[in-house]
């Protein structure tokens, strides 16, 4: 069964402290996509990034950098210098293999307050 | 296209009313999502249609709820004989679905539901 598990309930850094936010997945497809969302205060889903289970290079996007590991089945998210304006709920999910729903497995988030 | 719309925004509604949601997918998808949100929770899959048709229903969809897509384009869920435990922020999503793949996963801002 297909699980996703983010431990950090809740993390406060100080503006400008880099800090980064663990996923930890269970599937038993070997096709799946991970991804990683965010969600303000208003509530709408801000997506991310999605990575496929081919692809373990890790990706960088200005401050935000992803972390893939099959090997810990992990996929962590780092956020560098980080601003007033990150502080969200951000939410890890899998989506399994190629045909089906596709539906998204989601965590249960890590509440992020950045403080300045 | 300015992407996934959701009507209304806020619902408030007496327990054992019938409410009705709204979602307009982006025009060129042809997979759309429900999923449901409880307060601290992330997510949960609730049913998605491909086109018009209805593929995959969760067991979290009780009798009492019910899904459309007549056209294949714009989607309602109704809640019949509202409970306090439907008190939750729903949220459609839609993607494209071709090739085998899924592409352009998107979340509108939801409706968050409160039954008193």
């Known amino acids: 069964a297909q699980k996703v598990t983010q431990a950090q309930t809740e993390i406060s850094v100080v503006e400008k402290e880099d800090v980064t936010l663990d996923c930890v997945y269970e599937t038993r497809d070997t096709t799946y996509y991970l991804f990683w969302y965010k969600q303000p205060p208003s509530g709408e889903l801000v997506f991310l990034i999605r990575?496929?289970?081919?692809?373990?290079q890790n990706e960088i996007s200005g401050r935000y950098s992803w972390n893939f590991q099959k090997s810990t089945s992990s996929f962590n998210f780092t956020i560098t210098a980080s601003q007033v304006v990150d502080s969200a709920v951000y939410f890890c999910a899998l989506s399994e293999g190629q045909t089906g729903a596709n539906n998204l497995f989601f965590g249960t988030g890590t509440r992020l307050t950045v403080i300045p | 296209d300015t992407g996934v719309s959701q009507n209304p925004r806020h619902k408030i509604t007496k327990r054992g009313q019938n409410v009705t949601f709204r979602c307009d997918p982006i025009s060129e998808h042809n997979r759309l999502y429900w999923y449901r949100q409880t307060l601290g929770q992330g997510p949960e899959f609730l049913t998605y249609?491909?086109?018009?048709?209805?593929?995959?229903k969760s067991r979290l969809l009780s009798d009492r709820f019910s899904a459309e897509r007549p056209k294949g384009s714009f989607s309602t869920l109704e809640i019949q004989r509202t409970e306090q435990g439907d008190s939750a922020m729903y949220l459609c999503?839609?993607?494209?679905?071709?090739?085998?793949?899924?592409?352009?996963?998107?979340f509108g801002s939801g409706t968050r539901l409160t039954v008193v």
């Open positions: 999503a839609s993607s494209l679905w071709t090739g085998g793949h899924n592409y352009g996963y998107t």
């Open positions: 990575r496929n289970s081919f692809d373990e």
């Open positions: 249609f491909q086109n018009e048709a209805q593929l995959e």
